[in-house]
């Protein structure tokens, strides 16, 4: 129980960043999909946003850390 | 907070004077020395036809430059280096924290084990600082291409929309230094944690996919630093065409 807050921010904050990942991956997929030779261009891109909806997840990690 | 041994503050392994050193600063100078042996050695006696070590760096320049260009365009040559050796200092950083005798040699203190060598980036100094010196260096590039008077113009204006817009982009850069020393110092940490706590657990075998999770997320995480700050760098540094 003591933990709690640790694991109410871990969990609640993942599920934005979680689907967000989701969705960029999901419009990675179809742009890839519709155009096979854009690949080099899409997959990138499609890291680039995923890292930045991830650190969203990791400031949450760290207020689960500290507490 | 102690997680399988992992604590957030680095410790303090010894005194220069009353400078108190941290395992991760200790890493942080040998992490800078491997850098500077490596391009010393890459550069000496440089070949028309490059083989072996310059080859290496060479290639690895060269595909990081092309990325490079596309964005910065005629500025490249000034930010090339810049952006590139933060992505070497945090791409060398992070594998070296994947190395055998990071976080097991070390000595006993009276208040536990004291590691003698720690990930660089798992320190919230270090990425702090490089986010600090990120924003400086590109606020400086901004000023030497833009001049003063169209830099200050972007945060300060007698239009009151347009100050308004100033006070929240002043707000933003903020953001951006604590958004990028975080990313980094949470990415590498929590990889820390993991390998760590799965590494007490079963020590053998088990581990491997995380090593391999903290591979791609090294280089996941250099990239993206260095990206941003390219992009940070490109987008101040961009003449403001009149209204």
């Known amino acids: 129980m003591e933990n709690l807050p640790s ?29 096979p030779d854009s690949s080099t261009k899409v997959l990138p891109a ?16 760290v207020i689960a850390f500290i507490k | 907070m102690e997680k399988g041994g992992i604590v957030l503050k680095p410790e303090v392994i010894g005194h220069i004077g009353s400078l108190a050193v941290t395992n991760t600063l200790f890493t942080s100078w040998l992490v ?18 490059p083989s072996g070590l310059q080859n290496f760096m060479e290639s690895i320049i060269e595909f990081f430059y092309a990325t490079v260009e596309d964005l910065a365009g005629e500025r490249t040559k000034v930010i090339f280096p810049i952006v590139m050796t933060f992505f070497l200092y945090i791409i060398v950083g992070n594998y070296t924290g994947l190395l055998p005798l990071f976080g097991t040699i070390g000595f006993h203190t009276a ?13 919230l100094n270090t990425t702090l600082a490089l986010a600090l010196i990120s924003a400086v260096v590109t606020h400086a ?43 980094l110092f949470g990415n590498i940490f929590a990889g820390e944690v993991v390998i760590s706590t799965i590494s007490s657990m079963f020590a053998f075998l088990l581990p491997l996919p995380f ?13 993206v630093f260095m990206m941003l700050t390219l992009v940070f760098i490109v987008i101040l540094t961009e003449k403001h065409e009149s209204h």
Request: overall charge positive.
């Open chain 1, 7 to 35: 694991a109410l921010a871990i969990g609640l904050g993942a599920l934005g960043p979680g689907l967000g990942i989701g969705l960029i991956g999901m419009k990675a997929m179809e742009a890839i999909g519709r155009n």
């Open chain 2, 211 to 223: 090593y391999f999770l903290e591979l791609i997320v090294g280089f996941v995480q250099a990239a």
């Open chain 2, 141 to 183: 590039l901004a000023i030497r291409y833009l001049g003063i008077k169209d830099y200050l113009k972007r945060w300060v204006s007698l239009n009151p929309i347009f100050l308004f817009v100033g006070i929240l982009e002043i707000v933003g850069e903020f953001t951006k230094v604590v958004s990028l020393s975080f990313r």
């Open chain 2, 32 to 49: 800078t020395i491997l850098l500077l042996v490596i391009g010393i050695a890459a550069g000496f006696r440089v070949k028309l036809v």
């Open chain 2, 111 to 123: 208040d536990g084990f004291v590691p003698l060598l720690r990930s660089i980036n798992s320190d």
């Open chain 1, 46 to 61: 499609m890291l680039l946003g995923m890292a930045f909806a991830e650190a969203i997840a990791i400031y949450a990690l």
